[in-house]
Structures are given as C-alpha cells and as structure tokens.
C-alpha cells in the first residue's frame, strides 16, 4: 500500500493527499488520463462504485491500457483509497481516430450481495452477530470490523436459510444487533452506530453548496402507530358489531407512539413480536416506526462545489455534518449517500443528507426469546 502511495504522491506532486485526481490501480496498471469520473458511496448502497471514462493511451506512461473484466481495482481520490474490489464490465469504443474504454468498477462486498452464503453448519448458537458476520465473509477474503463495540451483540439461535446471500444473512445480523453495515475504502466491512464521527466542517449555502433541494412530506406518516397481539382470537373470532371497542383494546397493547406533525387522525397497527416481555421491544419498534418515518421525509439533495471538507477530508457516508441554510440556521444531519463527479464541467460532489433517526436500524426481538414464546405457545 505505501509504494502505491509514493507512487501517487510522485506523480500528483505537493498536496497529493488533498487532490481531486483520481487515479485508478487496475491490475499492475496506473491510470490516470480520464475523460469523466463518477464514484457512488453510501450507507445504504452496496457494493460501491465507479464508472470510469478513460482514455487507450495514457498520456504520463506512454503505454495503452489493457483492462480485463475481474481485473483487482483501486480508487484512490488524490492519495486517499476509496474504493477496493473488482472490474465489472469493460466497454471499448472505436472509430479512426480514437479508441476510448469505459470501466465499472466495484467493491469487494459485490461478492456478498450476488453469491450463496456458506456454511458447514445453518444452525449457530451461543454466538455474536460480529463473529457470524465475519464467517460468512470469509469466502470472499472480506474482513467484518467493529466501530465501538458494533456487532458485539450475544445471539444464542440464529439460522441461515439455504438460498440466502451472504449480504442477506449480515443484513439480518445487523437488525438483531442494531447497527448500520456498509463498505469500507479497503474493500471490507464495518458495523457501525449511526454517525460513527463527525466532519471538520459541513455544508453551507451560498459557499460551498451550488444547488439545494429539501423535502417536507407527509407520505408514509401517520399520527398514531399501535402494536397489535398476535392471537387466535384475531384469526377465529368473528367482530362483535356491539363491542368493536372492546375487542380492539384487548388485542392493543400499551405500545403506542404519536406523530405530533400529523394533525388528522391516520392510525397503523403493527404485529408484536411473541415473547416480549413487557412490550420493551415493541415500544422500541412503534418509536422508531415514527422516528424513521418523520426522517425519511426531511432529506436534503444537494451539489457541493467539491469533494472534500474545509480541513480537505474527503466527504464520507455515515458522518455528522451540519447544514446551514440561507437563514443561518445550523442543523446535524448524516451523510447517507455520495456521487463524486470528475468531467468537463468541473468537480462537484451530489449529497444526500437525513436526520440521524432515518438510518436507526429496526429494533426486533433475539430469536432465543421468541422461540421460547413459541414454544410456550405450542404447549
């Protein structure tokens, strides 16, 4: 990694680390003679990407590419990795006087979102969502960390499905363990908390954001959300036209949780899980139901003037980073989602900003506690 580096910083010269170029390690090769570049991050995507324009012959070398499909691939933004994994798709273009190739690159966590899980057993117990997640990626030569402790959640059943993907089964890990998982610039990936750091500096308008786009919606909220037993009298007993009440408040429970932003009356009912005592979880869960909900629909698109922020770190998903608007009003949001553009009409980086509730993973029950409910059920 370090000889990359001083190759990088040979070639881009004093400041290398803040630069803006972007140079790709395609196999053995160092390219850099682009015609555009466009590099999308985030919390919720995987894998990363990045669709490369790139010209045959490479101006600085001399020599004319040759890039193959599942060639090893790194991204780097001045001196900083951003991205780790595999060429996807290779396009050629030629005519007589020119010979141009686009590229998709992908992350290493591509293997995890496309192939089987593999396991020598389905059935785990008394384990950790960490440890399964890091087994489940070994196939692909894909480490699993932990930012603070991350993952670190004790499961004492957990069972993998056969036809399920490697992303699917960590996907589900992270809901018992509640906590975020995305890709890393090295190819691996990190459980996190929501907004593991914060940024030096954020966004403002009028300096360093060109363009604004903030959405207020009510859709998908609603001014009451109430957990709902799951029993035999919901499926068997026929509704009692004289006690409708009645019947609704014994199959309530008291988990209940209000959107005060929703003035006309627009209830949901949701199932609760079997076995939780005292309705902690589904307490949780009908809080983060309006919680998320009330994020979801106040996101923030917006085009910046560059790529990095005013201490040159590059922008990164799942960071804090402030927002002031035009009023001078500074408020915390989450990086969620990233497109770094590289063409003839400048360098500019797309944000997509939320509230830090709208990327709170769901709160579900252990499967030991509903097992043993189900059990107790059944006998």
Same mark, same amino acid.
């Given at each position: 990694? #370090?000889?990359?580096?001083?190759? @990088?910083?040979?070639?881009?010269?004093?400041?290398?680390? #803040?630069?803006?170029?972007?140079?790709?390690?395609?196999?053995? !090769? /160092?390219?850099?003679?682009?015609?555009?570049?466009?590099?999308?991050?985030?919390?919720?995507? +995987?894998?990363?990407?990045?669709?490369?324009? @790139?010209?045959?012959?490479?101006?600085?070398?001399?020599?004319?590419?040759?890039?193959?499909?599942?060639?090893?691939?790194?991204?780097?933004?001045?001196?900083?990795?951003?991205?780790?994994?595999?060429?996807?798709?290779?396009?050629?273009?030629?005519?007589?006087?020119?010979?141009?190739?686009?590229?998709?690159?992908?992350?290493?966590? /591509?293997? *995890?979102?496309?192939?089987?899980?593999?396991?020598?057993?389905?059935?785990?117990?008394?384990?950790?969502?960490?440890?399964?997640?890091?087994?489940?990626?070994?196939?692909?030569? %894909?480490?699993?960390?932990? %930012?603070?402790?991350?993952?670190?959640?004790? @499961?004492?059943?957990?069972?993998?499905?056969?036809?399920?993907?490697?992303?699917?089964?960590?996907?589900? *890990?992270?809901?018992?363990?509640?906590? &975020?998982?995305?890709?890393?610039?090295?190819?691996?990936?990190?459980? #996190?908390?929501?907004?593991?750091?914060?940024?030096?500096?954020?966004?403002?308008?009028?300096?360093?954001?060109?363009?604004?786009?903030?959405?207020?919606? /009510?859709?998908?909220?609603?001014?009451? %959300? %109430?957990?709902? &037993?799951?029993?035999?009298?919901?499926?068997?007993?026929?509704?009692?036209?004289?006690?409708?009440?009645?019947?609704?408040?014994?199959?309530?429970?008291?988990?209940?949780?209000?959107?005060?932003?929703?003035?006309?009356?627009?209830? +949901?009912?949701?199932?609760?899980?079997?076995?939780?005592?005292?309705?902690?979880?589904?307490?949780?869960?009908?809080?983060?139901?309006?919680?998320?909900?009330?994020?979801?629909?106040?996101?923030?698109?917006?085009?910046?003037?560059?790529?990095?922020?005013?201490?040159?770190?590059?922008?990164?998903?799942?960071?804090?980073?402030?927002?002031?608007?035009?009023?001078?009003?500074?408020?915390?949001?989450?990086?969620?989602?990233?497109?770094?553009?590289?063409?003839?009409?400048?360098?500019?980086?797309?944000?997509?900003?939320?509230?830090?509730?709208?990327? !709170?993973?769901?709160?579900?029950?252990?499967?030991?506690?509903?097992?043993?409910?189900?059990?107790? &059920?059944?006998?």
């Amino acid at each position: 990694m #370090s000889g990359v580096i001083s190759q @990088i910083e040979s070639l881009l010269g004093y400041g290398a680390a #803040s630069s803006d170029n972007v140079v790709a390690i395609i196999g053995n !090769q /160092m390219v850099t003679g682009w015609t555009d570049v466009t590099i999308r991050v985030g919390v919720e995507i +995987m894998p990363w990407t990045a669709d490369l324009g @790139i010209t045959a012959y490479q101006p600085l070398s001399g020599a004319t590419l040759a890039i193959n499909e599942g060639d090893t691939a790194q991204i780097y933004l001045g001196s900083t990795l951003m991205i780790t994994g595999y060429v996807v798709m290779v396009a050629e273009q030629k005519s007589a006087d020119s010979h141009s190739i686009h590229v998709q690159i992908a992350s290493k966590s /591509m293997d *995890l979102v496309d192939c089987a899980a593999e396991f020598s057993t389905y059935q785990m117990n008394s384990t950790n969502a960490l440890a399964i997640a890091r087994r489940v990626s070994q196939f692909a030569g %894909i480490e699993v960390s932990s %930012i603070d402790g991350a993952g670190e959640t004790d @499961i004492q059943q957990f069972s993998v499905i056969l036809t399920e993907t490697a992303y699917e089964v960590i996907e589900r *890990l992270a809901r018992l363990a509640g906590v &975020l998982f995305y890709d890393r610039p090295d190819g691996n990936v990190v459980m #996190s908390r929501v907004g593991s750091a914060r940024m030096g500096s954020g966004f403002t308008m009028g300096r360093n954001v060109e363009s604004c786009t903030r959405v207020r919606s /009510m859709a998908g909220r609603y001014s009451s %959300i %109430i957990g709902i &037993l799951q029993s035999t009298a919901l499926l068997f007993t026929e509704p009692n036209e004289k006690d409708y009440v009645g019947q609704m408040e014994a199959v309530s429970s008291s988990a209940k949780a209000t959107d005060p932003g929703i003035t006309r009356n627009r209830p +949901m009912l949701i199932p609760l899980e079997l076995g939780d005592a005292e309705y902690k979880v589904a307490k949780q869960r009908v809080q983060w139901e309006v919680n998320r909900r009330w994020g979801r629909s106040r996101p923030i698109t917006l085009t910046a003037d560059g790529w990095r922020d005013l201490y040159g770190a590059l922008w990164t998903p799942n960071t804090i980073a402030p927002f002031m608007d035009e009023n001078g009003t500074s408020t915390d949001y989450v990086i969620g989602e990233l497109v770094f553009h590289k063409g003839p009409d400048g360098t500019r980086a797309d944000v997509v900003l939320m509230p830090p509730d709208a990327y !709170q993973p769901e709160p579900i029950l252990l499967p030991v506690a509903s097992n043993k409910a189900a059990q107790a &059920l059944n006998s």
